[in-house]
DNA sequence: TAAATTCATTGATGTGGATCAATGTGCCGC
DNA sequence: GCGGCACATTGATCCACATCAATGAATTTA
């Protein structure tokens, strides 16, 4: 696919400082007592990294980074969705994940932006020098066997969207991408539940290596099936999580 | 695609322990030197370390490692080429990446195998016990490091490959194919070079998420360009390694 | 040396998803 | 309330690659 104009909104990063330092702001964060970097400092450390800490706000469509970049923070996503991926030159795309309220942007000991990221919603993050993470982590084996195992964690996920790309059909992807929807936003899952997609079809079939109108017609498909309803375009009732599951695996779901 | 009978061959993983232990036998190793594990650890801990390995061999086709299975052990390829990756139940496959002589098969801290692991050719590796390994890394920072960092570019790689695999034509994925087989094999490239191709068009169309057909045909379509020749369908004399990395980026070469 | 097997090439035909195009819908600014 | 815009849906058509099929070359087996 190419990108029509204004496909990859090209807005300066212009993000807003939010910023105010130490644990005190840690206190009142979304994701505090989730935080991947502070979990399991004690008091004195993670006040000291806290301080090195800043906040920042990017407005949907956004750019946070462009692939490249160097990278001197590592960065926790506190509100909204953050879209990484890379870009041939000719304007192709591929999302290579969503990051959601909690993940993390960045990694330690990385020097350069690998991905190239881009608000999808509103979004804010937590930023933290990332020298003085790496000299943490020294510190701290826990802290840098747990980002280890974060960063081997999305090398899996990487590895299965490579099977997604390269394998299966516009159902099978789609069917995949709710269904892992569903168990990142709701792990208690119902048997009917309502999601609410924050990124448009676009973004969608940049992340499923489709078209936007084939992203379009697979959503109309299931839903004449059945295994989901559209109330609006954002919004996904699930119907039948099992069978978008066998779906999502290749199986015979349909 | 779907697998022809035959098509992943379900070999026992009848390997063949051909260990002998320490320091010694790491002397006779063809990757001595630049053995990502044993670098930069000094003599008492190398040796120790060494002590804990064995030496495996498969032979082409075997099952090194299936998806799932627990891995205790984290292995340097010294000889051969490792087909990795992931598949469906009804035996779609997708080859994540190829192992060389000195790449790392598993990671510290990941309890089971993510992919699956195939020999390509006959295949010898030098196994260390993961938990010896992951020991070690607590006590020199500078090994975990650079694990870390090699688990980083295995990360970046796969980033590059679900683009490939989502966003560009068959032709684009071949040129990127030999290329990044240049760049592996000889970085001292000449103008004009030699490849060897270990594996069948059949891996290649896995790994690039193709049927045989088709990368069959498309290296007809390179050779007829003028882009390459094919002495035998195992050799590959790259003629213009700047326009086919040109095309491979998606550019303008052709 | 023949027969079997594996791998590669090439041709004929089919098709899933891309591309091109029109229309609909909700939202925002004024 | 109206024009403009971004996003979504749907239809018509196209095409890159898959699928089906035949043949050839190289290697192994007996």
Redesign the interface.
């Known amino acids: ?1 190419t990108v029509p104009e204004g496909g990859i909104v090209v807005t300066m990063a212009h993000h807003v400082d939010i910023s105010s330092t130490g644990l005190a702001v840690c206190g009142r964060c979304k994701v505090h007592g989730e935080c991947m970097i502070l979990k399991g400092l004690r008091l004195p450390e993670a006040d000291r990294i806290a301080r090195s800490m800043s906040q920042l706000r990017f407005g949907p469509g956004s750019v946070i980074a462009v692939h490249g970049d160097a990278m001197d923070h590592v960065s926790i996503v506190t509100q909204g969705v953050v879209a990484c ?6 304007g ?3 999302i ?1 994940g969503f990051l959601f309220a909690g993940d993390i942007l960045g ?4 020097k350069e932006h ?2 190239a990221a881009q608000a999808v919603t509103e979004v804010t993050l937590c930023r933290f020098q990332r020298s003085s993470l790496e000299h943490l982590a ?1 510190e701290h ?1 826990e802290l ?2 747990h ?3 974060k ?2 964690q ?3 996920e ?6 997604l ?4 059909t516009a159902r099978e992807r789609l069917a995949a991408f709710i269904v892992s929807f569903v168990d990142v936003m709701q792990p208690n899952h119902s048997p009917a539940l309502l999601l609410r997609l924050p990124m448009t079809r676009f973004d969608i079939a940049d992340y ?2 489709l078209t936007f109108e084939t992203v379009s017609r697979t959503f109309t498909g299931l839903a004449r099936d059945g295994l989901i309803s559209l109330p609006t375009p954002q919004e996904v009732k699930v119907n039948d999580v099992d069978r978008l599951r066998r779906i999502a ?3 015979d779901g349909n």
Chains 1, 2 share one sequence.
Do not use: I, S
Request: charged letters at 25%.
């Open positions: 696919m991926g890379k870009a041939l030159d000719d192709r795309r591929q290579t990694h330690v000991f990385e690998t991905v020294g084996p840098g066997r980002l280890f195992q960063a081997l999305e090398l899996a990487a590895h299965y969207h490579e099977l790309l390269g394998r299966t499923l290596g695996e290749g199986g």
